[in-house]
């Protein structure tokens, strides 16, 4: 049986970006385009729990709070990432990271029989990586958030609500 740092499931340490809470969230957003892994992160919050976060479905979230309200995309994109999602809805935005750190040479069976769960991996004592046991967070790793303005354009950010190559604001996000 291969190590479970052979597996697919496996992510490396580099390649999954770690968003602190009070970066703001366009911010947050430019990061991770430029990141290896563009579809999530790993939310750090000072005095709580590491947390994994799906991107897109996080920019869905507020887009559904925010609609078309060109005032509330400035305020949020400004706004610390905490303070975002304490203000959104957030089903199916997060997977829990397991508090258990696993050895690099763990059986993979083992860690797919929990439901969806974010593994520490540790190698020799020190963290290499991350281990994503289901599908449901390794698939959306690859995909990348878009930020829509009202007459189509696509951009990578929310910048600050507005869209980067017209004056017109964001009103909506895809995955792609
Ligand atoms: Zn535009």
């Known amino acids: 049986m291969p190590s479970i740092i052979e597996s697919g499931h496996f992510v490396p340490l580099a390649n999954l970006n770690s ?3 009070n970066q703001r969230l366009s911010d947050v957003y430019r990061q991770l385009s430029q ?4 579809g999530s992160f790993i ?3 000072p005095g709580r729990s590491e947390i994994y976060v799906k991107a897109p479905a996080l920019a869905h979230a ?3 709070v925010v609609g078309e309200d060109f005032s509330k995309w400035e305020m949020f ?3 610390p990432l905490g303070e975002v999602i304490a203000r959104v809805p957030t089903t199916g935005v997060f997977v829990d990271i397991d508090n258990r750190q696993v050895e690099a040479n763990s059986e993979e069976e083992n860690l797919r029989r929990v439901p969806d ?9 020190r963290i290499v990586g991350w281990y994503l046991n289901h ?5 959306v790793s690859t995909k990348r958030t878009v930020f829509i303005c009202a007459r189509g354009h ?3 950010d929310p910048d600050t609500g507005t869209c980067y190559t017209c004056p017109a604001p964001i009103v909506k996000t895809e995955q792609e």
Do not use: W, Y
Request: positive net charge; aromatic residues 4%; hydrophobic residues 35%.
């Open 117 to 125: 769960r974010v593994f520490t991996v540790a190698q020799r004592g």
């Open 19 to 21: 968003i602190d809470s």
């Open 62 to 64: 507020i887009s559904t």
């Open 35 to 38: 990141a290896p892994l563009t």
């Open 43 to 45: 939310l750090r919050e």
């Open 154 to 156: 696509r951009n990578k």
């Open 135 to 139: 599908e449901s967070a390794l698939n």
């Open 77 to 79: 994109c400004s706004m």
